[in-house]
């Protein structure tokens, strides 16, 4: 909140408080019947609703203003985030270019564990087993297999 919105806040609020007075006078003036009181105790009211308007306008520019400054702070802070990622950016097209990237762990394998593996021998495969299919009964015995039979087709017309 700038200055031009406060004083307009306080001024507006002020004066419209202050109106309160006359405008009571008026009332009473209107139930008696004296229209040179009314008439002043309406100059003065007048006056102070006038003082009104002026610090509305103050606050209108006041808050103006503060958009103004919110929507160039915004964008300040965006170009920012902007020129950030293009550094970031940048920095990591450098690391990838210098071939790996510095992120990464090296590993080294000892001049022992290189005889280790030119000395053993590659596993064998293992030879798949040839065996018959199994049954099993719901009770998780082995059933019996079923005998082959040529399989039969039939068409009635």
């Known amino acids: 909140m700038n200055v031009q919105m406060m004083e307009g806040l306080l ?8 109106s309160g007075t006359p405008m009571s006078v008026y009332r009473q003036a209107s139930a008696e019947g004296d229209t040179e009181k009314m008439k002043r105790a309406l100059g003065y009211t007048g ?36 020129e950030k990622r293009r ?11 210098s071939g790996r990237p510095q992120e990464t762990d090296l590993v080294q394998i000892s001049d022992a564990a290189k005889a280790a593996l030119e000395n053993s021998k590659p596993a064998e ?22 005998a082959e039979t040529e399989p039969s087709v039939s068409f009635t017309a």
């Open 11 to 18: 001024g507006a609020s002020s004066n419209i408080k202050l």
């Open 47 to 82: 006056e102070c609703t006038e003082k009104v308007v002026k610090y509305q306008e103050k606050l209108d520019k006041g808050m103006k203003a503060e958009a103004k400054a919110e929507k160039e702070k915004a964008k300040l802070e965006q170009e920012a985030a902007i």
């Open 87 to 97: 550094e970031e950016r940048k920095r990591a097209e450098e690391s990838t270019e």
């Open 125 to 146: 495969a293992a030879e798949p087993i040839d065996s018959e299919p199994v049954t099993y009964t719901p009770a998780g015995e082995i059933a019996a297999a079923p």
